[in-house]
């Protein structure tokens, strides 16, 4: 399995890390994907990719609930990361208008900027889009690159928003809230092919039933390959397979 989106750097495992990623090897993890913030979280995130190499794959990019006033400085930092090491995609960045909208031009301004730095630099973008999925679906037509691929992460939307978000060519990161009584998706994925899936944690966020409320942890993937199995009808083998492929498949240079 790959889980395509974890911030294992996270302060939340300061005591654990090393025996909560064992409990992940030990899980059938073949490896871990690590978004990235702002340029505070950039060093512990390299940290634990050199110590762990072609298992904890990293992104580099600028969080949406990071864009504050001089955000163009972080993204010079971003941009300048991309020219001097090797990254699986430019993540997580997007809009995020659930707790604030004081800089959401910002917010624009500064995905758009990145889905430009992707695009030099022959990757995909990995995108948080909480409250904001029609503005980003937007920003993502005014751009109007259709070499521009990636994974709308975190996806808890409509049918009408899946089908959406597969059109412009991204797939859907599934996690924990698949898990959820009222979470909705169990409206979606049944109508939605395995072919457009990826599975995620957002570990230490969002863990699934019966963690829920607590803190994450990537082995817990196994629970979502198991709900989108029930969902989709069909064993959880193949469910593990196909959204391993479909991430694997990530993993190669972006057409130009």
């Known amino acids: 399995m790959i889980d395509s989106h974890a911030h294992i750097y996270s302060e939340d495992y ?83 208008l659930f707790w604030d909208v004081t800089f959401k031009e910002q917010q624009e301004k500064a995905f758009l900027y990145q889905c430009g730095l992707a695009r030099k630099h ?33 996806f808890t939307g409509t049918l009408e928003e899946a089908q959406k978000a597969i059109e412009l060519g991204f797939k859907l990161g599934i996690g924990g809230v698949a898990t959820f009584k009222n979470g909705g ?6 109508h939605v092919g395995i072919e457009h899936l990826v ?26 390959a198991q709900r989108v199995a029930d969902l989709k009808e069909m064993t959880k083998a193949d469910v593990i397979a196909a959204t391993t492929a479909n991430a694997k498949s990530m993993l190669k240079k972006v057409a130009q």
Request: hydrophobic share 40%.
């Open 14 to 96: 300061a005591e654990d890390r090393t025996e909560m990623l064992d409990r992940a090897w030990n899980a059938g993890i073949e490896q871990i994907w690590m978004p990235n913030c702002d340029h505070e979280t950039i060093d512990s995130m390299l940290e634990l990719a050199e110590k762990y190499p072609g298992k904890c794959l990293p992104m580099i990019g600028l969080h949406p609930t990071y864009v504050k006033e001089g955000f163009e400085k972080e993204l010079q930092i971003m941009e300048d990361w991309l020219g001097k090491y090797e990254f699986i995609a430019v993540g997580e960045i997007g809009m995020d």
């Open 185 to 190: 998706l169990d409206k979606v994925i049944p």
């Open 199 to 224: 599975l995620e944690t957002d570990a230490p966020y969002l863990a699934p039933v019966p963690y829920r409320g607590k803190r994450n942890e990537v082995a817990y993937i196994d629970l979502v």
């Open 122 to 154: 022959n990757l995909w973008i990995d995108i948080h889009s909480r409250s904001a999925f029609w503005e980003t679906v937007k920003l993502i037509e005014d751009f109007a690159d259709p070499g521009l691929s990636g994974i709308f992460h975190c």
